[in-house]
């Protein structure tokens, strides 16, 4: 019934920027709070940022002040600029979104994206 659709990943040089762009799709009636994680082959998934409907985020301690979320409620979007790459940042990162559907029964559904590359290389 929702469906989060990814873009932006890619290779980049170490201190380079990416952007990373997820648009929810379907049958929404609001999507409360979004985010980013992150995950490296045989690692748990760890959380890079979340945003509220009203704005608020909130970030890693290892992202902080080199990454900046935001999203576009109208469009349903989220998105993650990300500054100053580093080696470590190097992982599959999957949009996430609490989503309270609109078609009946009206019930909140956690969604998940498919998922995107990032590399940095040194």
């Known amino acids: 019934q929702v469906q989060l659709v990814e873009s932006g990943g890619g290779l980049v040089q170490a201190g380079g920027s990416l952007r990373l762009s997820c648009a929810a799709h379907g049958s929404i009636f609001t999507i409360n709070t979004m985010g980013w994680y992150r995950q490296v082959s045989g690692n748990q998934r760890e959380l890079v940022a979340t945003?509220?409907?009203?704005?608020?985020?909130n970030y890693a301690d290892s992202v902080k002040g080199r990454f900046t979320i935001s999203r576009d409620n109208a469009k349903n979007t989220v998105t993650l600029q990300m500054n100053s790459l580093r080696p470590e940042d190097t992982a599959v990162y999957y949009c996430?979104?609490?989503?309270?559907?609109?078609?009946?029964?009206?019930?909140?559904?956690?969604?998940w994206g498919q998922g995107t590359l990032v590399t940095v290389s040194s």
């Open positions: 996430n979104a609490l989503v309270i559907v609109a078609t009946p029964p009206v019930r909140s559904l956690e969604v």
């Open positions: 945003i509220t409907r009203g704005g608020t985020p």
